[in-house]
């Protein structure tokens, strides 16, 4: 038998950072939606005991520093699988770009495994081992909208933005999560963002005060060693993007566009700055 799953993308529409924890991890607020640009993992049975990756993307390890290797190892291990599985990733998403394409294979894997092998695991046994395999993975489990707290593993579903494009741009840089974080200084934070203004305006579907309250605390870290980001951030302001944020740790910048009329132009100015422009729609 071999299953399909999509993995979609996220964007982090509100990033706060409250405080570092005493096991290094940083306590959160985030409000984070998925786009449509997919990853698809294509998992069959294998009869032999072991668990083989494969993927066009000749730039991601395939062994056991794989995300979705390592779902699949934890699965098997929780629910004493002895049968074995070949996953291949059909990657979309920029790696190391902000954009949670790792997490997100590791959640369909979760997911494409519970069906493949009939286990029958609750969602909310996924998202607990989710949370083995990272601060992000929870929330890529179901996916939506959600205020995320915690690490990230603490979510709360909101309801859906109000529909729009998401152009998104990647420049030619990869950034280190861990790397980004370890720079923090969170006493020093200039500006948190307005996450239950964000919130209100998310449930009251208010396209404008969405765009107005953005905000991302990573960016202070990210921009000043990648002047490319804030560059890209300019560039999409200046085209018409009417909400512009980097997502995540970076450097992916994504814009928040209501009209159609302004689309083309956006993407076709973007694609004179950098080769990696993807317009999306949120995935209701
Ligand atoms: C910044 C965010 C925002 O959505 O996404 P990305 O930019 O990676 O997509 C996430 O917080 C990333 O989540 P994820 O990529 O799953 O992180 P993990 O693998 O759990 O952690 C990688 C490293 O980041 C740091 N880390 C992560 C999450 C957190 N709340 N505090 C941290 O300090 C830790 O140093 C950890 O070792
Ligand atoms: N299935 C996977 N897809 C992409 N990257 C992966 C995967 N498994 C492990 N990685 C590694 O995880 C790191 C972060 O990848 P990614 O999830 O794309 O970053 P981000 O969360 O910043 O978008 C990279 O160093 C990459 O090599």
């Known amino acids: 038998m071999k299953i399909y799953e999509k993995a979609p993308a996220k964007i982090n529409l509100s990033l706060d950072i409250l405080r570092k924890r005493d096991d290094g991890y940083h306590e959160v607020e985030m409000i984070m939606t998925m786009v449509d640009l997919s990853d698809r993992l294509e998992m069959s049975e294998l009869s032999r005991d072991t668990i083989i990756i494969t993927s066009q993307a000749g730039y991601i390890p395939l062994d056991e520093k794989n995300l979705a290797f ?47 092998w009939k286990l029958n695991i609750p969602v909310s046994d996924l998202k607990k081992m989710a949370e083995e395999l990272g601060s992000d993975v929870p929330f890529c489990i179901e996916g939506g909208t959600a205020l995320a707290t915690g690490r990230g593993e603490i979510l709360e579903k909101l309801s859906s933005p109000p529909q729009c494009w998401v152009i998104l741009a990647k420049p030619p840089i990869n950034v280190s999560t861990a790397d980004v974080y370890s720079r923090v200084d969170v006493r020093n934070i200039k500006k948190h963002p ?9 449930e009251n579907k208010d396209f404008q005060e969405i765009c107005q309250s953005l905000g991302n605390v990573l960016e202070d870290v990210t921009m000043p060693m990648y002047p490319q980001v804030k560059q890209l951030k300019d560039v999409m302001h200046r085209l018409g993007a009417e909400g512009v944020l980097m997502s995540g740790s970076g450097p992916t910048v994504f814009g928040l566009v209501s009209k159609q009329s302004k689309v083309n132009k956006i993407y076709n100015g973007l694609r004179g700055f950098c080769n990696h422009v993807y317009v999306v729609r949120i995935l209701t």
């Open 70 to 116: 390592q779902a699949a190892r934890l699965i098997k291990e929780k629910y004493d699988v002895k049968k074995g599985v070949y996953i291949h990733l059909d990657k979309k998403i920029p790696v190391s770009a902000g954009l949670a394409g790792g997490s997100s294979d590791a959640a369909a894997a979760l997911r494409g495994l519970n069906r493949l």
């Open 194 to 202: 307005s996450t239950e203004v964000l919130k209100d305006a998310i």
